[in-house]
């Protein structure tokens, strides 16, 4: 007798409250059938995945191009019901069959999704029976590549720039700003402490105001597709003409914000924090300053073990997790998996240490 299946489903346990994963995770789960009749079956297997993808096309007059591309970072295949073993005759009723993999401790961008790319993990179960089409589940976890301001300087880095310019036409005279904020990483939801000494030697009032706004860029065939938007905009006070003035500012990063993907071959995310001076019938004097966003972790996900001590290259040894599907430590190399090419690769701005100020 060969039964009809009515639920083939694959669930995911969460690691953790905040139900994120990261490399070198221990990720476990279960297969659930229900059969409403005994029934053969080849095998029965689950795949763990995980890659980035990138697609969009473009048009000129009567011709379209598509760009395409990807990377994988892994696949792993495990047999729940072994397919040497021939036809498996499953009996009637509910069946719950778990599985464990570890999750390669290797270099892995952050969970994303847009408009023109993602970077995806899943797990996949599919059900092998005589006669019958595959029958599959699909269930999708995030992976955070945790960068630690603590144990990487180059997050605690301040930043500074300062800007003077010369008003001409309708508006005479000078204005400028001296800008410091106290570093580049914030988590979601922490505030950016902005700093704004400002001179105002012009004929005309003039305000500060903030911009942060993301900027993904998505890599196929040596050709790029950005995009920009603004995720919040703040206006300050007037400075009045002839006058000195510092402002202190803080601008909090909304929480639900996606965080920076730095360590993607074919996509990336960023974000710049735009200060600027509005000058009426003048250009207006502008600073950008880059901003990597880092996941907020609540405190008892923080105490896990970082698969990374810092937001860089580094991994550490292989963790034996008895059970599982484990992957030995892949060192930082050009290759795959290693660290993304810079954007001087694609021949469009230079290299300005890993970042583009140009918008």
């Given at each position: ?18 139900g ?11 297969i659930?059938?229900q059969?409403?009749?005994d ?7 689950i ?14 007059g009567?011709t379209s ?12 295949t ?26 390669p ?8 999704r ?14 092998s029976?005589?006669m019958r ?5 699909k ?10 301001p ?6 605690m ?8 310019k010369?008003?001409k ?21 922490e505030?950016?402490t ?7 030697k ?5 305000r500060p ?19 920009t ?12 003409p002839?006058?000195g003035?510092?402002?202190?500012r ?7 914000m996606?965080?920076?993907v ?10 710049r924090l ?24 609540e ?20 963790v ?5 599907t ?6 930082a ?27």
């Open positions: 007798m060969s039964g009809n299946i009515k639920i083939v489903s694959v669930a995911i346990n969460p690691v953790n409250k905040s994120y994963f990261t490399s070198g995770d221990q990720l476990t789960g279960q659930s059938l059969l409403d009749g029934s053969k079956i080849n095998s029965l297997s795949k763990m995945k995980g890659k980035a993808e990138v697609q969009w096309t473009e048009h000129s009567s191009v598509t760009y395409y591309d990807k990377q994988k970072y892994f696949s792993v495990q047999f729940i019901i072994p397919e040497e073993q021939g036809n498996n005759m499953v009996q009637q009723g509910s069946h719950v069959y778990p599985f464990t993999f570890q999750i401790e290797q270099e892995l961008p952050s969970s994303f847009g408009a023109h790319g993602k970077i995806r993990y899943t797990v996949t179960a599919v059900l029976r005589p089409l595959d029958s599959k589940d269930a999708e976890f995030t992976v955070l590549h945790r960068g630690n603590n144990t990487d300087p180059s997050l880095t301040p930043q500074n720039c300062i800007v003077d010369k008003m036409l309708f508006t005479s005279g000078t204005v400028g700003m001296d800008v410091n904020i106290p570093q580049i990483g914030y988590k979601q939801g505030g950016i902005v700093v704004t000494s400002i001179q105002n012009c004929s005309r009032a003039i105001k903030y911009c942060l706004y993301s900027k993904y860029s998505y890599f196929a065939k040596r050709k790029r597709k950005v995009q938007k603004d995720i919040l905009k703040e206006v300050g006070e007037d400075v009045p002839s006058a003035q510092t402002v202190t803080i601008i909090t990063i909304p929480p639900s996606q965080v920076s730095l360590n993607c071959n074919i996509i990336k995310v960023e974000y735009r200060i600027y001076l509005d000058v009426k019938y003048a250009s207006d004097p502008v600073i950008k300053f880059p901003i990597i966003i880092l996941p907020t972790l405190a008892c996900d923080e105490e896990q073990p970082s698969a990374y001590a810092a937001y860089g290259f580094n991994v550490f040894g292989n034996d997790v008895p059970g599982a484990s992957f030995p430590p892949k060192p190399a050009p290759g795959p998996y290693g660290p993304p090419p810079p954007y001087g690769t694609y021949n469009m701005y230079p290299i300005l240490n890993g970042f583009d100020w140009t918008n």
